[in-house]
């Protein structure tokens, strides 16, 4: 019996050399270890020989058994190393390669100035109130109290598009003021008797078909204001207002109201900023005025609350109208307006 094991031991140790997988050990550690294998068999063999032999075989089985198992667990280690490596070598890879950057974008200037304004505007209790590009002449005109002679009615000042009648064609704003006349009338319909009072911006894109120069452009963008209840004031416009560009510049400046004149304000007025370079010493900024204009603004005539739905003898309000090119251009001191629209990177990666 003893001649037995050792040839059970030396049979299985050969055929370990040749196992070349997982698999194959796992076929092996059947045969040669499981329940049938030829140790196994050993061990139920004990039973029929000597007393006196049974110690020593036993033991001997005992160390065959222990053997192939150390055997096992050793070529089980190999393998799983040679896997590693293998696939340390397949994927290799150079972490001292340097990456690919991938480009950032930025917002817009003119997004970053609205996102500005309208957070300003936020913090005093507007809402922000989304209107068309594109109008009706009816919208964009005769509900503002343009008389229907008015030189900004032009064909040269507007962008006709397809659609509409002879007397109501269809355009791209030139303003965002028509946005008042389409917030009124949504407001005033929820509750004609006792419409709900309004406190809006109305932010977006104009376009006008004018000469293209450094001060002007034929689109871009207007922030429109529009306040409407009881007793409101040509004090809360003042005061708004004033408010706003102190925000805006980040300056204690003073502000000053001009006469003016717009169709749907009575009665109007322009507000410019102390020159928030010089602080009203005089500079190339404000070409040595002192003052810069920023907006256009007035009391809502009571033509147009009536066209919005607002009763004029128990409701009043103000309004405004701002270009924000033009406050991005006195905040960061850009010269041409042209730079805006004309997509050059090397001018929009500077904001
Ligand atoms: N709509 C005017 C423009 O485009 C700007 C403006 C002026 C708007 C006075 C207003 C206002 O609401 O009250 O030039």
């Known amino acids: 019996m003893k001649d037995q094991l050792e040839q059970i031991k030396a049979l299985a140790l050969e055929a370990l050399n040749s196992v070349e997988s997982a698999g194959d050990l796992e076929a092996w550690r059947t045969k040669h270890l499981g329940r049938s ?20 075989m036993g033991q001997l089985a005992n160390e065959v058994k222990s053997a192939l198992e150390a055997a096992l667990a050793e070529r089980q ?37 609205m996102r500005r304004i309208q957070a300003i505007f936020a913090e005093m209790g ?56 389409h917030a009124m009338r949504e407001y005033a319909a929820e509750n004609p008797e006792n419409p709900a009072p309004v406190r809006i911006i109305l932010p977006g894109m104009c376009y006008r078909f ?34 706003f560009a102190r925000r805006f510049f980040e300056a204690e400046v003073r502000t000053r109201f001009r006469a003016s004149h717009f169709p749907f304000t009575e009665p109007s ?5 102390e020159c928030f370079v010089c602080m009203g010493a005089g500079c190339s900024v404000c070409k040595h005025s002192g003052w810069l204009e920023i907006l256009g603004s007035g009391m809502v005539h009571p033509n147009v609350l009536r066209n919005g739905g607002y009763d004029p003898e128990r409701y009043s309000g103000f309004a405004f109208g701002m270009g924000p090119e033009r406050l991005s ?23």
Do not use: C
């Open 269 to 273: 007025a322009e507000m410019d900023v």
């Open 329 to 351: 251009m006195l905040r960061y001191r850009i010269e041409d307006i042209r730079y805006f629209w004309r997509n050059d990177v090397r001018f929009l990666e500077q904001f």
């Open 126 to 181: 507007f809402q922000v109130y989304r209107s068309r590009d594109v109008e009706t002449d009816e919208y964009n005109f005769q509900l503002l109290n343009f008389p229907p002679n008015h030189p900004a009615r032009e064909m040269q000042d507007s962008f006709y598009v397809e659609g509409g009648s002879e007397d109501n064609p269809v355009l791209l704003r030139t303003h965002t003021s028509p946005g008042q006349i």
């Open 210 to 243: 004018e000469q293209i120069t450094a001060r002007s452009e034929i689109q871009f963008t207007q922030v429109e204001g529009l306040a409407v209840g009881e007793n409101i004031t040509f004090g809360d416009l003042k005061g708004t207002l004033s408010e």
């Open 37 to 56: 294998s030829a140790v196994m068999d050993a061990f139920k063999q004990l039973g029929s020989i000597s007393k006196e032999e049974r110690p020593a």
């Open 77 to 113: 280690t190999a393998l799983d190393s040679a896997r590693v490596q293998a696939s340390l070598q397949g994927e290799r890879l150079d972490v001292t390669l340097p990456g690919r950057p991938i480009p950032r974008g930025r917002l817009h200037i003119q997004t970053q100035t």
